[in-house]
């Protein structure tokens, strides 16, 4: 009997034992198919995520290839538009060179292209134009050379406010500022002849005259028209509209030293005063009554010498030989000898306020009503005279 028992039990640990073996086998065969199935799952994962990043870089791609073509587009469209403004540019040099530059810098704005750098030197080359000053606050009515020719003097008005300028030339770097005025309004300023001093004409019938060196004021006088002796010794001024009067003032004194009377007296308005070379004599020009006239006088002895009639006064080159004056808004130059027109500069608008010849009579000063001095070169003589390149 016990050894019946003893079989009995031992059947049950082995079907025990079988049993546990069995459920170990289970759960090892269910774990390994939950591993398979987690890789299995893991592995999908990676294989949707790296067809996902390559969807994502194959967008990057498509999109870097859209935005080249974009810009190879937009580059071709810039590229012909220099081109087009390049040719409009060659095709303005003959008839108006500044208007040439101006076309062929935008060209080189819309791309730098040999058609447009090609352009822009041959516009530079054949516009005699060197220089241009002016913006929304300087409005410049009137400018001129010193008499070296190394600085230009400018008047006019700067933020609302009467001002003239010494400028370093060509850079046009400021070098001195005279702003201390009463007035509202310049007329002109100029130097004397030999570069020491500055001479002012105020809307007020005054006249002021400046040390270059340092801009102090020498002396103000009453004037409607001022003209520098030639050895800037003093100043031949026209007293204000109506008066018949002309006085001489001595620099160095700071006075009146001679005047001079009209043979009639008349309400005389004077429009511009000169002295010859020689200072010899004094020529006045200005309406009487509703002629203009010119009258002139011995300058030693004050005695009045004659009045003639003609048409307003103009601009003469210094040896005499070329005319310069405002035409609309065009600036022309003129010969004297063989009346033929040499030059038409154009640029200004609104009319040309001034033209004034360097001292060498290659540079020539413009003053418009657009608010911009323009300068222009000059060479040769007579029928030779040119634009220069």
Sequence with gaps: ASVARRATVLRQIIGITAAVIIALAGLTILVDLNRREANRQR???????????????????????????????????????????????????????????????????????????DALRAALHSSPLRATLGDETLEIQSATFSPDGSTLLISGRQAGQPVAQVLAFPS??????????????????????NGSYILTQQ??????????????????????????LPDSSGVIAATPNGSSLIQYWDLQQAKVIREFTQPTASDFYPHAIHVTPDQQQIVLFGWDD?????????????????????????????DGRLLAYGLDDNVILRDLVTHQVVMTGTGHSFGVYQVAFSPDGQRLASVGGDGAVRIWSVSGAGADAQIST
């Design 290 to 318: 509703q002629t203009y006239v010119a009258q002139s006088w011995d300058l030693q002895t004050g005695t009045f010498l004659t009045k003639d009639e003609l048409d307003p006064s103009v601009t003469i080159a210094p």
């Design 203 to 228: 809307d007020d019938n005054t006249a002021s005259i400046w040390r270059v060196d340092n801009g102090d004021e020498v002396l103000t006088l009453p004037a409607a028209e001022v003209a520098w």
């Design 43 to 117: 592995d999908n994962a990676v294989v949707a995520a790296n067809a996902l990043a390559t969807q994502e870089v194959i967008a990057l791609d498509q999109r870097d290839a859209r935005a080249t073509q974009e810009a190879i587009a937009i580059a071709q469209r810039d590229v012909a538009r220099s081109r087009e403004l390049a040719m409009v540019a060659e095709n303005q040099i003959a008839t108006d060179p500044e208007l040439a530059i101006l076309v062929a810098l935008e060209a080189n704005k819309a791309a730098h292209t040999f058609e447009s750098e």
């Design 172 to 193: 046009l770097n400021v070098q001195l500022t005279l702003d201390q005025f009463t007035s509202y309004y310049l007329y002109g300023a100029s130097f004397a002849p």
